[in-house]
């Protein structure tokens, strides 16, 4: 009888606990269901509250085009005629400022570097490939040096006085070629927005002799004139703002070739100095 109910415990017992795994897998089992709808639910929702990226493109293109489509607009009603020499002012002062930007990155050399190899060959008594290495060499370092070299080769005008005379004179030059069309560009910095003030005042004299004709002084009366006038005068206080700062770096420019200029003179002389064709 003890054995029986013995067997009955171990039975009851392992039953019990093969139940109770059972029972806590499904427990487990069930809440990762209860997550992922909830999470399909809040999914389903974030994806309704946002919008699609389809809806969002057409949006921002949208607001690309109203941009350009009213700068285009204001453009117009700014008037053909001073919005034109304007427009014309911004595109001559940006060819120049192009043209200048260009010639004075082709006119950078390294300057260390190219008068350290003129020096060897000056030292090494080979004048002529050091004239040849100048002529090959563009911007204004290798003019001066050139035209140094050709003195310091001349039996003549090969003195310490007339090399130093030469490299001056050549170097002035040269700053002239650098700063060349320089007054252009401030000519049209200058004139931009005088043409737009110049606008502003005619708009101001349209907004009065509509006043007279309508005998009213009242805002949609002054409204075109003063429109005209203030349009006129934005665009060119813009076009003057981008020429200039076209023209600052220009300037920054003009002024890393000049230093470069008097560096390679003050080398110059040092070389030809210590070289056995020169008369001190």
Do not use: H
Request: negative net charge.
């Amino acid at each position: 009888m003890k054995k029986f109910f013995a067997i009955v415990a171990m039975v009851a017992a392992c039953s019990f606990g093969a139940t109770s795994p059972l029972m806590a897998q499904d427990e487990e089992a069930a809440a990762p269901e209860t997550t992922a709808v909830s999470e399909d639910t809040t999914a389903v929702d974030t994806a309704a509250a946002e919008p699609a990226p389809e809806e969002i493109a057409p949006v921002v293109e949208e607001e690309n085009e109203g941009i350009f489509k009213s700068l285009k607009t204001k453009y117009i009603e700014g008037g053909a005629g001073f919005m034109s020499l304007v427009a014309i002012a911004l595109v001559l002062g940006l060819a120049f400022c192009i043209e200048r930007i260009v010639y004075l990155s082709l006119a950078q050399i390294n300057t260390r570097k190219f008068t350290e190899e003129l020096a060897q060959l000056v030292a090494a008594g080979k004048i002529s490939e050091a004239i040849d290495k100048c002529k090959n060499t563009r911007g204004p370092v290798a003019q001066v040096s050139g035209k140094a070299m050709e003195c310091l080769a001349s039996n003549d005008r090969n003195d310490i006085g007339t090399i130093e005379r030469t490299i001056n004179m050549e170097a002035e030059v040269q700053g002239t070629y650098l700063e060349e069309n320089c007054s252009w560009i401030t000519l049209f910095i200058a004139m931009a927005p005088s043409l737009g003030f110049l606008g502003t005042v005619i708009g101001m004299v349209m907004a009065f002799d509509d006043i007279q004709r309508a005998g009213d002084i009242s805002p949609t009366v002054v409204a075109g004139g003063m429109k005209v006038a203030l349009i006129t005068t934005i665009f060119g206080i813009i076009v003057a703002l981008v020429l200039q700062v076209f023209y600052n770096y220009i300037l920054s420019k003009v002024e890393s070739l000049t230093s470069n200029m008097e560096e390679a003179a003050q080398e110059l002389l040092i070389m030809c100095v210590k070289s056995d064709k020169c008369k001190k």
